[in-house]
Nanobody
Framework: QVQLVESGGGPVQAGGSLRLACAASGGTFSSYTMGWFRQAPGKEREFVAVISRIGGSTSYADSVKGRFTISRDNAKNTVYLQMNNLKPEDTAVYYC???????????????WGQGTQVTVSS
């Protein structure tokens, strides 16, 4: 059983940056693909970014491409999401998730964190 704990969210002005972190425990971190998803009020959860088990492959939603960067440190059992040039439409609860297979569909992910709120003001 993998436990995931996100941190790093908070309020930020448009154009600013935040770095989210997700610490994993209870499993072999390097065995899991790690993804970031987000859910805004009244909207469905959406894919943000994914990174393969050793970090060799990444994918991003079109809405964040060029602004967000996903990375991982397997020695620290942590995945990161660097978010630059934030926009009000990035406001959401951000979740990290783990799965043994590489993919962008949230329904395939087995383990989820509790989420961290990101609020971008204009």
């Amino acid at each position: 059983q993998v436990q995931l704990v996100e941190s790093g969210g908070g309020p930020v002005q448009a154009g600013g940056s935040l770095r989210l972190a997700c610490a994993a425990s209870g499993g072999t971190f390097s065995s899991y693909t790690m993804g970031w998803f987000r859910q805004a009020p009244g909207k469905e959860r959406e894919f943000v970014a994914v990174i393969s088990r050793i970090g060799g492959s990444t994918s991003y939603a079109d809405s964040v491409k060029g602004r967000f960067t996903i990375s991982r440190d397997n020695a620290k059992n942590t995945v990161y999401l660097q978010m630059n040039n934030l926009k009000p439409e990035d406001t959401a609860v951000y979740y990290c998730a783990a799965d043994r297979l590489y993919g962008t569909k949230g329904s395939r992910y087995d383990y989820w964190g509790q989420g961290t709120q990101v609020t971008v003001s204009s």
